[in-house]
């Protein structure tokens, strides 16, 4: 198979319903810009703007970062300084240094380079330079625009992180919380995606925002929610993605589905169209169009324990969306000077109750 500008176009268009935008020098996929900003990160994308370092403003899951364990409760420098519970990296710091990304709608376009051009730059910056100049020479904003390098050579690591974000938006819709590249057990791996669908957040958090669903990149971005009708199923349910773009091999996702947490297990191989005996496939054609092919898990003995350290993950996100005067006062009303007590402080707080701390502030804001 090859992974070119016209298939992964046509899984954002076809697959995803997003609109196609035909410009004199491209043809893009339009997305909102909540939307957009999730396609970022997720993808590790980047805003055109050659200002930046990388010639794009790339915002990285990673910055998001809270805990590198499943069921560890030791915060990682990321969205909070690990030693004062200060907020070190939020959504809303890159909306307020960078308020174009928030604004107006935003086109999604592949770039094709040859990895292999010596011309004492990475390859594709000549590319950037010259689509930057033919997006201002027609009048256009270049940090409208979300680029998505695809290497010539197929190098498959550069591309696993746009199935990442498919599993993420498809799932979404559907009215679960997703995740990507999310911390898990010593030993055992990290997993690209994975999906839930908990009766103990349906409704103390997507219904109480008033969403269908979210990626973790959605819970720091309440106040840019909207709301969406969805299908979400009332049944307990989660599932674990390995994607592949490269090879034909797997079988890593064994050692998520041995863990007995989720319901169901996937490799996520686009060019693959035989499924393994030991998990279920999502793959592709050569048009863009998804196949799925089932594997349930009978043992999910360890769910609960995984989902009781789930929710306080959950609402680290949560308490992000509070601004750095409201997360003041709700340090010192709970005496939080470490992130040890920043931990420990969430966990005796619901769910429900985070939610409506930050719904609160967020609402107050636009009465």
């Known amino acids: 198979m090859k992974y070119n500008k016209s298939f992964f176009t046509n899984i954002l268009q076809n697959e995803l319903g997003y609109e196609e935008v035909t410009f004199s020098f491209c043809r893009a996929t339009k997305m909102s810009p909540i939307d957009a900003f999730r396609y970022a990160v997720i993808s590790n994308s980047g805003y055109l703007d050659l200002s930046q370092v990388e010639n794009r403003l790339i915002i990285r899951k990673d910055f998001f970062r809270i805990f590198n364990q499943a069921e560890q409760e030791s915060i990682q420098n990321g969205i909070f300084d690990r030693v004062n519970a200060e907020f070190n990296f939020t959504p809303n710091m890159f909306f307020k240094k960078y308020p174009r990304i928030i604004e107006n709608d935003k086109y999604i376009l592949f770039l094709e380079y040859n990895p292999k051009l010596k011309i004492g730059e990475p390859p594709y910056y000549p590319l950037l330079r010259s689509l930057f100049e033919k997006i201002e020479s027609s009048g256009l904003e270049p940090l409208d625009f979300i680029v998505t390098l695809i290497p010539s050579n197929n190098n498959p690591k550069d591309l696993e992180s746009f199935f990442e974000y498919v599993i993420n938006e498809k799932y979404r819709r559907m009215g679960y919380l997703t995740d990507s590249q999310l911390p898990f057990y010593y030993g055992i791996g990290t997993p690209d995606a994975a999906i839930y669908n908990f009766s103990r957040f349906r409704d103390s958090l997507f219904k109480n925002i008033g969403i269908c669903g979210g990626s973790i990149i959605d819970l720091m971005c309440l106040k840019y929610q909207v709301r969406e009708k969805c299908n979400a199923a009332d049944v307990e349910d989660s599932a674990v993605f390995e994607i592949k773009t490269g090879s034909l091999d797997g079988s890593q996702i064994k050692k998520y589905i041995g863990m007995q947490i989720f319901k169901r297990g996937y490799e996520v191989i686009p060019h693959k169209s035989t499924k393994s005996d030991y998990s279920g496939l999502i793959h592709y054609n050569e048009s863009g169009n998804e196949f799925i092919e089932d594997h349930e898990i009978e043992d999910t003995s360890n769910s609960q324990k ?55 502030e967020i609402n107050n804001a636009k009465n």
């Open 306 to 360: 995984y989902e009781e350290w789930l929710e306080t993950y959950i609402k680290c996100y949560l308490i992000t969306n509070l601004s750095d005067n409201k997360f003041m006062e709700f340090k010192i009303a709970n005496s939080i000077t470490s992130t040890r007590k920043l931990v420990d402080i969430l966990k005796v707080n619901s769910i429900n109750e985070i939610v409506n701390l930050v719904m609160g």
